[in-house]
Each structure stands twice: as C-alpha cells, then as structure tokens.
C-alpha cells in the first residue's frame, strides 16, 4: 500500500480479512502483513485465489439477476470488504441507473477508502458490525437511502463464516430478514467443508483462527441453508458459486470451490423473469 497517513483506528500490524481479500483479488489496498498471511493461506490452500475470485463473479451475477429479473433497485451489502471492480452499484447501476446502494463493513480502511467507488448520490458507505444488525438497520444513511417498506436485497456474501456460532448468526440474519418488506431478497456465500477439496477450507479456517482477529467458522449445507429460513430459494439453490447461473465458460477448478452460495425470496409478492 502507498505511504501516507493512515486513518484512526487501521492496525497495519494485524491482518484484516477485506485487506487479505483485496490481495486475492490483485487489488492494492493492503499492508504487508495482509500480504504475508494471505501467502501463508494460499500456501495451505492453493485454491483460495480462486474462491476470492469465483465469490466475486457470484456477488455480480446474483446482483445483475435481481437488479434485472427480480426488479430490486435497494441493495444493503454488508461485509462489502475493500473497493474493487465490478461492485455492488457498479453492476446494479448497469441495469438500473437508479439502484440504490449502502455498503456497510466494520474495517474502518473500508469507509477511509470509500471516494475510490467512485459512487453516485445513490450509493454510501457506512462503519458498522454485522454482529449488531440493530446499529446497521437505525443508522442514518442507511435509512436516508433505503426504503424498507418497498423490496430491498441484502446481501450477505464471504462475511457469515467470519461470524462464530456465540454470536448466533442464524438471528442476526433473521433480524435483517425480518426488518424487510415482502418481495426483499437475502444472497448468501459462505465457506463449507462439505464439498470435494473442503479439506483445503479445513485449513484455511484453523488459520483465520490463530492468525487474524476474525476467525472463521464453517458450515454445512444444512447449516447455510438455514439462513433463508422463511424464504424461498431461488433456483438453482445453494450451489457452489461458480455453478450459480454462470453465464461464461466453467473453471476448471469449479468443482474444488469450498464456497456454498444461493439467492432467497421473501414470499409476497411474485419474482419477476424466469425464476417466477
């Protein structure tokens, strides 16, 4: 990362899970000690690069689907991790010019590094905890952006792994859920070892637990599947992301991918496409 001065509250010693995947994404926003322990992971786990990247693709097809076929023009991302190509509003705005969108991370480097979205009126970014859905749903500019009585998508993508089972993220989903409208949308990715080549996750996960401050915990296909609870999972269900409506030619490592993702409905109000 070029020098200058760092913003209140970054840690340039300790290793920041959007910083690490910043790094896997070829970004530039990271420290050297990101560096050295995304190498240590991809040492263990030479597929993490790919997870990083084929996770990616997936939060943009599943954004470009309910922007385009569901009609979803509100989108909260939470856990949005460090700018990139191909964000949220980037491919929400390509079908709608109006979507609106409100990033949330608790890294503050995030929200130092939000004028690199090069965003519109209708984009913001805030600093707030996915382990307290509360101070997200009341936040300001949240609300001055989001109309929670009209459909929204919240979009939960490689940030539940990194919420262990003492927070309860079966209810913090169920509290941003159930904070929703009829026709709203919940996306989900998260890490499992229930897949070929999950053992890798195995190894990944018992890093993040000794090494960076967040941890990580996997889950289960029941496990993830838990999180759409009340909602109706859209075809092709919970997948591994690369099989999740791909609309460009299969990786040959998709198969190897540890990472579990899907898009649920709220029942209320009909999915608009092919889906229906």
Do not use: C
Request: charged share 20%.
């Amino acid at each position: 990362m070029a020098s200058g001065t760092i913003a209140t509250g970054i840690d340039p010693t300790v290793p920041s899970t959007a910083r690490m995947y910043d790094f896997w994404l070829g970004g530039k926003d990271h420290f050297a000690v990101d560096r050295a322990a995304a190498l240590e992971v991809s040492e263990a786990a030479p597929a993490v690069k790919v997870m990083a990247l084929e996770n990616r693709k997936f939060l943009r097809r599943s954004v470009r689907y309910l922007a385009a076929e569901a009609g979803i023009a509100q989108f909260l991302d939470i856990g949005t991790g460090l700018p990139t190509q191909g964000n949220v509003h980037q491919a929400a705005q390509q079908v709608n010019p109006s979507a609106r969108v409100v990033y949330v991370d608790n890294d503050p480097m995030v929200l130092a590094h939000s004028r690199a979205l090069k965003t519109s009126g209708n984009t913001a970014v805030i600093q707030a905890d996915l382990r307290d859905p509360a101070a997200i749903l009341d936040h300001p500019q949240v609300h001055a952006l989001l109309d929670f009585s009209q459909p929204l998508a919240v979009l939960l993508v490689a940030v539940l792994h990194f919420i262990g089972d003492h927070d309860d993220p079966h209810a913090i989903v169920g509290s941003l859920r159930d904070a929703t409208a009829p026709g709203s949308h919940l996306v989900v990715s998260h890490a499992t070892g229930g897949v070929p080549g999950g053992e890798s996750a195995g190894k990944v996960a018992e890093h993040y637990r000794k090494n960076v401050a967040a941890g990580s915990t996997l889950r289960d296909r029941d496990e993830i599947l838990r999180f759409f609870t009340g909602l109706e999972v859209i075809e092709p269900g919970l997948v591994q992301v690369p099989y999740w409506r791909s609309d460009e030619p299969e990786s040959p490592d998709a198969a190897k991918v540890w990472v579990l993702g899907g898009v649920g409905h709220l029942p209320g109000k009909p999915v608009k496409g092919p889906a229906a």
